[in-house]
């Protein structure tokens, strides 16, 4: 359990007790960015050595021989990107079904720390399977797809980023909630920078069995921490066994439901669904980009190295992350920025980067492009706080499940749309998704521009949180109260 610390350095002060499911996320994004990369690696490999021999596969590698040998690349890339669909698939369909039927409510009725460990134990289990696969390169590829299903039924990266952000919602004032969700933010990006940069030279060095096993260490790192020091969240009236293991599926639906019937503020349903549209809008442009941007970079006229490839990716997050860590808590304390023109600013971002990243012949572009999308990481902050902002602290838990449920559906469209577009745009402008995804987080914006011009996201500005005592009060019959861990917040930005 956490325990109360203040360390001060010179006019900065800050209380240990803050550090709570950030190491976490960073931990778990920071395996996961060592994972991807490999695991596609790894697939493309595979998908190689079964139809050609292994001195083809490594002569594969040169951008001259790729250009001599167009119709394998073409191929290779192809069957590759099929093979990355079908374990998205694996593991959101999976993961959707959890996080809807089991762990979005299991935070808001039991407690908050379970929603937290079982993302990671899932996230164990992909790694050894993978770990597996590299061992065995000869192995039928649909084997490839065991370690993304035991993940997905753990609930994977979205039930991981429910849980994380339901409980810093759940703990923070009003006044601090951007702040704070902007440093768990920015851990997906700090972890990213470490991540694959780690993983192409560690990969370049080693081998994929290695890279799988280091993963591992770190995600029992992570599990470790949990269960020694954050301080789990539990409601004032435990469920009782009958009901937890009985009814348990039927009663989180039906709660499900009635939290989306919840009477609520004018117009507020209409800002709570905008704002998830727009955080999907964003998330199916991330995903899409991601599933694909390896094989882009892999192809010539570029011909990455997968050590380069983390390079890029490496710097790409971690001026991210700085945006996160130091911009963001500057405009809101010292600038007072709404939500909304942080979230508009960070999709210009974006959608110039895209721009930038799609047109791209030369390495120097596409790390100008990187430098030019920093700000994409504003958007989701501004959003996941203006949603939290909506709804009382013991709803948290199904307000972040609908969400994640909305993300697993647009994540596993994402990564059947791109890598199903991708091939068939090779021969003509293999930059063409970019474009694409361009267009996406433009229509995105354009939802943010609605809501600020007509004052809608004004219904969002925090207001203060009652006690839970007195949040119960005002609807017993629907209301848990929850014994929440005292947040020292004198000075809660040392975290910067």
């Known amino acids: 359990m956490a325990v109360g610390r203040v360390i001060r350095c010179g006019p900065y002060q800050f209380n240990l007790r803050n550090i709570t499911v950030e190491p976490v996320l960073f931990l778990y994004m920071f395996a996961a960015n060592i994972v991807f990369p490999t695991l596609q690696a790894l697939a493309y490999d595979k998908v190689c050595y079964q139809k050609y021999n292994g001195s083809f596969c490594q002569q594969l590698r040169n951008v001259t021989f790729q250009h001599e040998h167009p119709e394998e690349t073409d191929y290779v890339q192809s069957e590759t990107s099929r093979w990355i669909l079908f374990g998205n698939i694996a ?38 399977a993978s770990l597996l696969n590299s061992v065995y390169l000869s192995a039928p590829l649909v084997l490839l797809l065991i370690g993304p299903l035991l993940s997905g039924l753990c609930g994977g990266i979205i039930a991981c980023l429910m849980a994380v952000f339901s409980y810093i919602t759940h703990i923070a004032s009003p006044e601090s909630k951007t702040m704070r969700i902007g440093i768990v933010e920015s851990m997906i990006f700090m972890a ?12 370049d060095c080693t081998s994929f069995a290695f890279v799988f096993a280091f993963s591992m260490c770190i995600l029992v790192l992570a599990l470790v921490y949990v269960m020694v020091w954050l301080e789990d969240i539990k409601p004032s009236e435990p469920v009782t066994p009958i009901s937890l293991c009985g009814r348990w599926v039927l009663d989180s639906l039906k709660e499900w439901v009635a939290f989306v019937k919840e009477p609520r503020g004018p117009r507020v349903r209409l800002v709570i669904f905008l704002l998830i549209l727009s955080i999907d809008l964003i998330l199916l442009c991330t995903v899409g980009e991601l599933d694909i941007l390896l094989l882009f ?29 130091l911009a963001l808590p500057l405009l809101k304390r010292k600038a007072h920025v709404r939500d909304t023109s942080l979230a508009m600013a960070g999709m210009v971002s974006k959608i110039v980067g895209l721009v930038l990243l799609s047109l791209a012949t030369q390495t120097w572009i596409v790390f100008v492009s990187g430098i030019v999308g920093m700000a994409q990481g504003l958007p989701s902050a501004g ?10 602290r013991n709803e948290q838990g199904r ?40 267009i996406i987080s433009f229509i995105a914006m354009c939802i943010i521009i609605y809501m600020h011009r007509t004052g ?41």
């Open 91 to 128: 593991m959101t369909v999976p993961a959707c079904f959890t996080v809807v039927l089991f762990l979005g409510s299991f935070g808001d009725k039991v407690g908050r720390k379970f929603p937290v460990v079982l993302p990671l134990i899932g996230a164990i289990l992909q790694a050894l």
């Open 192 to 203: 990213g920078t470490l991540g694959v940069f780690i993983s192409g030279v560690m990969l």
């Open 297 to 325: 970079l892999r192809r010539e006229p570029l011909g990455w190295s997968q050590s380069l490839y983390g390079y890029f990716k490496g710097v790409e997050n971690l001026l991210r992350g700085l945006v996160l860590i």
């Open 383 to 392: 959003i996941r706080s203006m949603m939290s902002s909506l709804v009382k």
């Open 399 to 438: 307000l972040f499940s609908i969400l994640a449920v909305s993300e697993s559906v647009v994540a596993m469209i994402a990564a059947l749309m791109f890598n199903t577009i991708y091939p068939h745009t090779l021969h003509f402008f293999p930059g063409f998704c970019f474009i694409m995804a361009a």
């Open 456 to 496: 809608t996201a004004e219904l969002c500005a925090p207001a203060p949180y009652g006690s839970m005592e007195e949040e119960g009060a005002e609807d017993e019959d629907k209301e848990m109260d929850f014994r929440v861990a005292t947040v020292v917040e004198e000075d809660h930005f040392a975290y910067i």
